[in-house]
């Protein structure tokens, strides 16, 4: 373990550097990168890599970023990219064709406020948008969660259990340009700790195939079901990974949630990313002065936890999502897949709007959403809770 | 509720139909649904189209399974398939150019059936290749439905559909046959899809389509061949587009090889021929006709001449008369293994070819060549031996078959002294044997032999040559070129001019007018007494035709060829009689069918890059009038002259029909094509790409 | 490391392209030129990929990749650029129609052009959305009418050539199936060219235009003839070499052909003069290059 001092940028840039140069031995790696705030410095790093066999290709646009990594992927090669915000709405179209094409693309997503009016702080809205894209989502909260969670996103992904692209977000400027001490992977031990890259449904002259041509409703179906079935695998095949982690770099990356003191809780909070962090203090702090509190922090957003996430809430009677983030018309998207987990209607639950547009999160405003929860006695609509700056 | 499904192709308006139909009962106060399966709807792919029609409001947007009434709209769909679902008591309509007859599968049912494709192209809807049928369609379908020719008319014009549409529909909706089949209806089930339903990730995906597109097509593509119009026209019956093709392609001993199989003389006919394949070649039309005479003569003069056969069979012919029709006799029976006599009365071989053609026109070593190839074979020739005709009964006797070709020998005259016969004339030429220095001369007649007298005796010193003709030069018989030839060389034509009286270096002439045709199908020249005229003259030539000499009689083995019996007057003509004498008398003639004769319209000339023909080089006429040296000397590229050769209704392997077929399905293996029917599209391509008439689309 | 499966066609029969389809024809030319360097095809949507047919059939017998609209030069990059790095012989073309090259796609094809990417792209053009139905594109040319301009476009014919001539790419040419020889010649140039190649191929397309489909090639053969369509090559954005000339032939002899010209607002003699001005500039250019 060797520590460093760093921004999430830089640590997400290493880290998809170490994973492409470990497919060397294979058909290598590529990917295209397009620039926008927050996440500018991912590009510019896999931009100066002397890849022993790989090629990031600076694209004009991040819709032709997705479709490089596309058509790499499609030829054998680990494919990664980044985006953010908008560069994430352009993609659409390529991030949904990457999921339905099954391929293990890894994409770092850099949250930050969809526009215009232009907003360049943190939101998860942009990642969220993207939610029915057959993809796999995991909000990370520490440069370490990052840089960890990368490293398991390509083994997952690769799986061929899975076999679907896998998004990791971090906080834009918060995580992405915030300095922190991380222990930085290194090169050895990611090639120990990934197997090569092999796309079974790869281009080959040996065999030739037409990929994505006109296809019936009746194999529609069985493709869409077979996306949902690979995306029930996730689990296991996420407690291997992180297990095969564990034994080669001696940590123990966060899985789907984690959950701190719900054991006895009457009242648990749900949040994620950096908030979540936050949100531990403030546990913390109510806890040490008796309250029984707990809290969650869901870091797999997609495939959606629900069974964790309900064993976890377990007897507790209220329970609040912070969202940062909100679907207009609805509420909060994290307030939304947590109550179609929930079956249980005795339980109070309540959606917290805070932080939209890069609201600055503090202690103070979770201490005032805690006190709302456990006086309720009854939810209400989404609750826009309000934020200083 | 009322449901109907609608099967037809791409392009056809099956679509629009539903509409139309769904807007007729609407008309009526109907509630009603119309639409189409939208998949990869190509022009050509099975389609089908719904109809719902109802008193209630229909929520119903499910395909229909189970429909009431069935309509087709292209033929080629009709089969069992189209009752999948389909209710026993509804009606099936069907485009169909066939008389409704006991279909098997629509045993017991209600039809009715019109030809709606023809109806469409009469009056002119869709294109030639996709005639749109709905509107056609809809008259007869309004027919069998009960709607009246006012409803459908109103029905057309409130979508625009007027005019031709109309007219179509109206004439649909009269002549659309109803009939109810005998028999139990066949009930159909709709068919269910099959079970194993394919991934993204299955490991055996990418297999071929299974459609065969064969079935889209209406109509398929032909080879066929026609005949050429130069091997049609040619008197010696030579294979020219044959020899061209191998020309063409370099093969200059194979085009000989051709020639050689109808023709001992390629050398000569190469020179002399009046070319009846060149006039009636048909790039004329695009810019000039192949030069295929000096092709001939090329391929003659440079190629390498085959090794002759000696005779092998016991039978002998005897062959009187050495001119062209005689050495072809005696060519081609030799060749089938005869021994052959031939006999000859003058002291040299070869009739007209040695003492009728003068030299500048014919150089006798290329006559000697020829003749000499000819003799190879194991023929014997005997000259100075005329035989009369008890000779030729003696010869009947003592040979399996006697050929009498002993040509024209008399020569037509007119009541005038002191004139000389042209054919005569000639031979003294030949003979080197006349000097004409200094004097006038006149030649009457209008053939070959009056203008070779004519530039013979330009040759021979004459102060001055006319021609005197007694029609135009246009009724000329003679070869054009050599006419021309002539006037460049200095030899006067007098048109309309008939010789009298000609004595003391002065000829009496008359003028004539043309009046009715005659029996040679040309003007007779009526003389004009007030016309008379003389011209000085010191020779008088007459060249006005010449005879056969009939006191030859015919026996069981005595046949008779060249102008002996036809008066045909050419080399050619004489070259075929004698191999048509050498088949018949060989049992091998065999008169042949022949496909038709190729014209322009059959090709397509757009395909073909204009190209001058390569001409002859002449030497200029005021050298050449001075001596008897060939005035041709042929045509240096004989190869690339022959590459203009247009292959009229003769494939030649070009290729074009396969390399321009979009589908890929007509191949080449050897010199054989093959169309793969399971899969043309019938699109058109290749018979509009093949340059010269040989691939055409035919209806199926 | 390739394995050539030699036998196997490009475009196998039984593929549902309409009879007569010029694309078709270009499929089968490419195939020729290309029978020992098979290719990767990267189609976007188009009528090339619907040419497939359905899933698990293909009509294309070589390793094909289905690409989002504006997106084949990008999805064509990967697949290039992943051969490149494992010395995969194969190349890697994109096979695409004109709304995905000169409209949604030229984005992306811009970008890979400048990067000189080594891909081989062809565009087959038939002058509409055919796919869709028959709309307008930027290349349909002034006067024809489209589902979208009933009365026949106002604007003139966008020029890819000179677009991509301007990214200085190695080669560039257009292509027509009227002129088999020109056209062999030009893939086989393309083949063996590094960098970014561009190919225009006008594609008869008889159902968009209302021709007959026996008549596609001649069609083809008249807009070369009378101008409209040059044939010309244009090596590294500044050498131009001009293969056919205008013979006289008259524009109107070609519009007669085609319903979508029937009842148009095109004025033949301003389009004459049109086409005349672009030939000076090809002249003056062939002139500059030699």
């Known amino acids: 373990m060797t520590l460093t001092l760093c921004t999430g940028n830089y640590a997400a840039g290493h880290t998809l550097a170490l994973a492409g140069e470990a497919n060397r031995a294979a058909r290598g790696c590529c990917g295209g990168a397009y620039p926008i705030t927050p996440q500018t410095e991912i590009i510019e790093y896999l931009r100066a890599v002397a890849f022993t066999k790989g090629r990031v290709v600076p694209v004009e646009s991040e819709h032709s970023a997705m479709g490089v990594c596309i058509g790499a992927s499609i030829a054998g090669a680990r494919a990664f990219t980044a985006s953010s915000s908008n560069g994430l709405a352009y993609m659409t179209e390529n991030v949904f064709a990457a999921g339905y094409y099954r391929l293990p693309i890894v994409m770092i997503a850099v949250n930050r406020t969809l526009g215009p009016p232009w907003n360049i702080w943190v939101d998860q809205g942009d990642s969220l948008a993207l939610r029915d894209a057959p993809w796999l989502q995991f909000y990370c909260d520490s440069h370490q969660d990052l840089v960890d969670t990368i490293a398991v996103a390509f083994r997952v992904a690769e799986d061929l259990r899975v076999l679907l692209p896998v998004m990791v977000a971090m906080d834009g400027f918060i995580t992405s340009h915030t300095n922190m001490v991380v222990d930085l992977l290194d090169q050895e031990r990611m090639d120990d700790y990934l197997p090569l890259c092999n796309v079974p449904h790869q281009l080959r002259h040996s065999h030739p195939t037409t990929v994505g041509n006109l296809t019936w409703p009746r194999e529609t179906e069985r493709h869409r079901r077979d996306i949902q079935e690979a995306m029930e695998r996730v689990p296991r095949v996420l407690d291997e990974a992180i297990g095969e982690f564990e034994a080669v770099f001696g940590r123990r990356v966060a899985g789907a949630i984690e959950a701190e003191e719900t054991g006895d809780a009457e009242t648990i909070l749900i949040a994620s990313s950096t908030m979540a962090a936050t949100l531990r203090h403030v546990i913390r702090a109510r806890r040490a002065r008796g309250e029984r509190i707990g809290m969650i922090r869901i870091k797999q957003f997609r495939p959606f936890p629900r069974a964790d996430l309900v064993r976890a809430i377990g007897n507790a009677k209220r329970v609040g999502v912070l969202d940062r983030n909100h679907s207009p018309g609805s509420g909060g998207i994290f307030w939304s897949e947590v109550a179609a987990s929930l079956r249980d209607a005795s339980v109070l639950l309540q959606n917290y709007i805070a932080g939209i547009g890069g609201g600055d999160v503090t202690p103070e405003t979770i201490d005032a959403i805690a006190d709302d929860l456990t006086r309720r006695t009854a939810a209400t609509d989404p609750v826009w809770q309000e934020i200083a700056v | ?700 | 490391m390739s394995t050539i499966i030699a036998d196997e066609p490009l475009l196998r029969p039984g593929n549902t392209n309409c009879a007569g389809c010029g694309m078709s024809i270009g499929l089968q030319w490419l195939d020729e030129a290309f029978a020992d360097h098979r290719p990767y095809l990267v189609i976007p949507a188009a009528c090339a990929i619907v040419t497939a047919g359905a899933f698990p059939t293909t009509a294309y017998g070589v390793p094909t990749l289905a690409s989002t609209f504006a997106s084949a030069s990008a999805y064509a990059t990967g697949v290039s650029v992943v051969a490149e790095l494992n010395g995969d012989p194969h190349p890697t073309v994109c096979w695409a129609g004109d709304g995905g090259t000169y409209d949604i796609g030229v984005a992306s094809l811009s970008a890979a052009a400048e990067r000189n990417e080594d891909i081989l792209y062809i565009c087959y053009d038939n002058e509409i959305y055919g796919n869709t139905g028959g709309q307008r594109s930027s290349a349909t040319p002034e006067g024809a009418m489209t589902s979208t301009t009933p009365r026949g476009k106002a604007e003139w014919k966008k020029d890819m050539v000179a677009i991509m001539a301007a990214h200085r790419i190695p080669y560039a040419a257009t292509l027509s199936v009227a002129h088999r020889d020109d056209f062999l010649r030009k893939l086989r140039v393309a083949r063996e060219t590094r960098g970014f190649r561009f190919l225009l191929m006008l594609s008869p397309c008889p159902i968009g235009w209302k021709s007959s489909s026996d008549e596609s090639i001649e069609l083809i053969d008249l807009a070369v003839r009378c101008g409209l369509f040059p044939l010309y090559e244009v090596h590294d954005g500044e050498r131009y070499t001009i293969n056919s000339r205008p013979d006289g032939t008259d524009l109107r002899e070609y519009l007669a052909r085609q319903r979508r010209y029937a009842g148009t607002s095109l004025d033949p003699e301003v389009a004459r003069v049109k086409i005349e001005k672009q030939w000076e500039f090809l002249e003056v250019m062939a002139r500059l290059s030699s």
């Not at chain 2, 409130?158 to 109803?178: K, M, P, Q, T, W």
């Not at chain 2, 006797?397 to 037509?412: E, K």
């Open chain 2, 1 to 700: 509720m009322i449901e109907m499904t609608l099967y037809g192709r791409g392009g056809q308006g099956g679509v629009t139909l539903a509409k139309l139909i769904a807007s007729a009962w609407f008309a009526r106060g109907k509630h009603a649904q119309a639409f189409g399966v939208y998949a990869a709807e190509r022009s050509g792919a099975p389609i089908q189209a719904y109809v719902r029609v109802d008193d209630a409001e229909i929520t119903n947007h499910n395909q229909i399974r189970k429909p009431d009434h069935v309509i087709v709209l292209d033929p080629t769909l009709i089969g069992g398939t189209i009752l999948s679902g389909a209710s026993i008591d509804g009606w099936i309509i069907l485009n169909t150019p066939q008389q409704v007859r006991a279909w098997d599968a629509f045993s017991g049912r209600r039809i009715a059936a019109i030809d709606a494709t023809a109806i469409a192209i009469r009056h002119g809807l869709g294109t030639r290749t996709t005639p749109i049928v709905n509107t056609t369609m809809m008259g007869a379908i309004a027919r069998a439905f009960g709607f009246s020719l006012d409803e459908v008319r109103r029905l057309l014009n409130e979508y625009g559909y007027g005019g031709a549409n109309l007219d179509a529909a109206r004439e649909a909706f009269d002549s659309v046959e109803i009939v109810k089949l005998d028999g139990e209806p066949l009930i159909v089930k709709s068919t269910r899809p099959p079970a194993p339903i394919s991934s993204l990730l299955d490991p055996d995906t990418g297999k071929p389509p299974a459609i065969r597109t064969g079935s889209w097509a209406t109509r398929r593509p032909q080879r066929r061949t026609l005949t050429p119009p130069c091997n049609a026209n040619c008197p010696a019956g030579n294979d020219v587009q044959r020899f061209l093709d191998e020309a063409a392609r370099g093969d200059y001993d194979r085009a000989l090889a051709v020639l050689l199989e109808t023709s001992p003389l390629p050398g000569v006919c190469g020179r002399v021929c009046p070319a009846p394949c060149m006039i009636s070649c048909n790039r004329h039309a695009l810019d000039e006709g192949v030069n295929v005479r000096d092709i001939e003569r090329f391929v003659a003069d440079h190629a390498n001449w085959p090794d002759p056969v000696t005779p092998w069979r016991r039978e002998r012919a005897a062959i009187v008369g050495s001119g062209p029709a005689g050495i072809s006799a005696a060519y081609h029976l030799a060749r089938s293994g005869w021994h052959v006599a031939l006999f000859e009365s003058s002291d040299e071989l070869g009739g007209v070819l040695r003492h009728g053609i003068p030299d500048y026109r014919l150089p006798k070593d290329v006559l000697d060549r020829e003749l000499g190839f000819v003799l190879m074979h194991g023929v014997n020739a005997y000259v100075d031996s005329y035989i009369n005709a008890p000779a030729v009964d003696a010869l009947a006797d003592a040979y399996d078959a006697v050929f009498v070709a002993t040509g024209l020998q008399s020569s037509r005259s007119i009541d005038i002294a002191n004139a000389t016969q042209g054919i005569e004339f000639l031979d003294r030429v030949h003979r080197h044997d006349v000097v004409l220095t200094g004097q006038r001369v006149i030649v009457a007649g209008g053939g070959n032999t009056a203008v070779d007298a004519a530039r013979s005796a330009l040759r021979l010193g004459a102060a001055s040559v006319r021609i005197l003709y007694r029609r135009t030069r246009a009724e000329m018989p003679a070869i054009r070129e050599e006419i021309d030839a002539a006037l460049e060389e200095g030899v006067v034509l007098d048109e309309l001019a008939l010789p009298e009286r000609f004595d003391a270096g002065r000829l009496q002439c008359i003028r004539v007018i043309l009046g009715e045709p005659d029996s040679s199908g040309r003007r007779r020249p009526i003389p004009e007494p007030s016309s008379r005229f003389t011209i000085d003259c010191d020779q008088l030539i007459l060249a006005l035709g010449q005879e056969a000499d009939r006191s030859i009689a015919g026996n069981a083995n005595v046949f008779f060829g060249g102008d002996f019996a036809t008066s045909d007057g050419t080399v050619a003509a004489a070259i075929g009689s004698g191999r048509r004498a050498a088949e018949v008398i060989t049992h091998r003639f065999a008169p042949t069918e022949r496909a038709r004769i190729a014209t322009t319209d059959d090709l397509h000339l757009n395909l073909f890059e204009h190209e001058p023909r390569h001409h002859a080089l002449a030497v200029p006429p005021d050298l050449r009038r001075h001596n008897f040296l060939e005035v041709h000397a042929g045509i240096e590229d004989a190869s690339a002259e022959a590459r203009r050769c247009l292959s009229c209704g003769v494939c030649n392997r070009c290729d074009r029909c396969r390399d321009h077929c979009p589908d890929g399905i007509l191949t080449r293996s050897g010199d054989e094509y093959r169309f793969d029917y399971d899969y043309c599209k019938g699109c058109g391509v290749c018979a509009s790409e093949c340059p010269r008439g040989v691939v055409v689309m035919e209806e199926i």
